[in-house]
């Protein structure tokens, strides 16, 4: 990966976060909000903007009334982040 192949999900910070955090296993929304410190508004939309674009699942179910979401990286997303990690220590190697 190139500076200008950088996929736009990383180019927002929340996003970058969010899959940052997902790196370690699939996390909940209510976890999700306290890691990133995002507005619940905010955080769904940029989910639902990393799911259309392939690098997350959601899974929603009910627990008794409540509904619970829970988000984990794609095989896609997850090569994505490591692809953009390396390239991040390629140019952190190159500097003196």
Not at 15 to 20: I, K, S
Not at 58 to 82: D, H
Request: charged content about 25%; overall charge positive; some cysteine.
């Amino acid at each position: 990966m190139e500076l200008h192949e950088i996929p736009a999900a990383f180019q927002s910070r929340l996003r970058l976060a969010v899959v940052a955090a997902l790196m370690t296993g699939p996390k909940d929304f209510t976890t999700l909000t306290k890691l990133t410190e995002a507005t619940p508004g905010n955080l769904g939309k940029q989910l639902e903007l990393l799911e259309a674009d392939g690098f997350l699942t959601c899974r929603r179910e009910l627990l008794g009334r409540r509904p619970r979401s829970t988000y984990q990286l794609t095989e896609a997303g997850r090569e994505t982040f490591l692809a953009y990690v390396r390239m991040l220590e390629k140019i952190a190697g190159g500097v003196t």
